[in-house]
Structure formats: C-alpha cells, structure tokens
C-alpha cells in the first residue's frame, strides 16, 4: 500500500512542481527586469515569484525525504527528466508539444522555460539519485516488549537488590585489624610501641 500512495504522490508532485518553477521563474524574471529598465526596484514585487519557487521546492522535497517508499521519487524524476532527455531526439517537437499561454491567478505560465533552461533535468536528476539509498527506505524497527514477570515473583521494590542482579557482594563488617594499609610496594616495618609508663614514687 505505501508503494501505490508513493507513486500517486510522484505522479502528482512531478507536475504541480513543474507549473510553480515555471510560475517563479517567469515572475522573477519579469520582475527583475522591470527593475534594471526603471532603474528602481521594490523588493515586495518579488515575494510572489519567490513563494512559488518555495511551494515547489516544498513539493519535491517532501517526495525525496518522506521515508515512505523510494518508487515516489523514482516516478518523479523520471517525469522531469524525459521532456529535457527528449529535446536530444527532436527539441521541434517536444517544444510544440508543451503547452503555452496558460495562465493562473491571472499570472502567465511559461511551462518552456524551466525545460529550455534545464531546471527540469537538474531536479528530476535529484530526484533519482535519492532513491538509491537502501538503509533510508527500510521500516523503522518496532520496539521490543518485554515479557512480564512471572507469578509470585514480585520485582525489586526502591533501594533493593534483585535476585538475578550481577553486582558484587561488599563486605559489611568492621574492616581487619590486622590488615595493613597501602604502600607502594616497599618493605613495611611498623612502628614501635611506645615505652610503657613507670608506676612508683620518685
């Protein structure tokens, strides 16, 4: 199921981000040079063209990094690049066979531009080459449950040691008297004791 709802999501983005590229770059283009001939420019007359480009990188991207199945991509990038691999057969007729004179949002939609320009065969190239990594489409591993413990076991309460726990048995007695205390490794000679004190008179 997720490789059928990979491709359908291929097949969808391939076109829609091939109509926002030729929005944004057309309008950029317009719009910078309206600018070089006025000799002035106003940055919000970019933010449309540039909203575009970024709805169509969004589109694309989500296909390529969606860890949902690499058939997506694969779809994807073999629909951009087959117009610009075409143009090597005959460039007459795959031009006449793209559409022109579209318009939406009262903008004109130049579908050639991002084919003349190669922008199609640099994305679907993109696209293609993401899908050959093995390890990024493999399912995330299902954690682990582990079994409850069996009856009349109860588990460990706060501050207790289990049964099964391999941790070492400190001793809890006094320490030996009549252990000696660390050197380094030279011969140890006690002191004497002290002179016992005379009872008497002087």
Partial sequence: MRHILSLLAGAV?????????ALGQGGSSRTVSAWFEADRFNGADLVQPAVYLGAGGIVLGLVATLRISPLGPLLAGLLLLFPYAALFA????????VPAGWRLFGDPVDLRQPLE???LFFLGGLLVMATFSAKRWRRWPRPVVLPPPPAGYPPPGYGERSHDDPTLDWPTGPPDQEARPPSLGYPYDPPPPPPAPHSGSP
């Fill in 90 to 97: 005959d460039p007459f007729a795959v031009r006449d066979a």
């Fill in 117 to 119: 320009n190669g922008t």
């Fill in 13 to 21: 983005a391939a076109p829609l981000a091939w109509v926002l590229v």
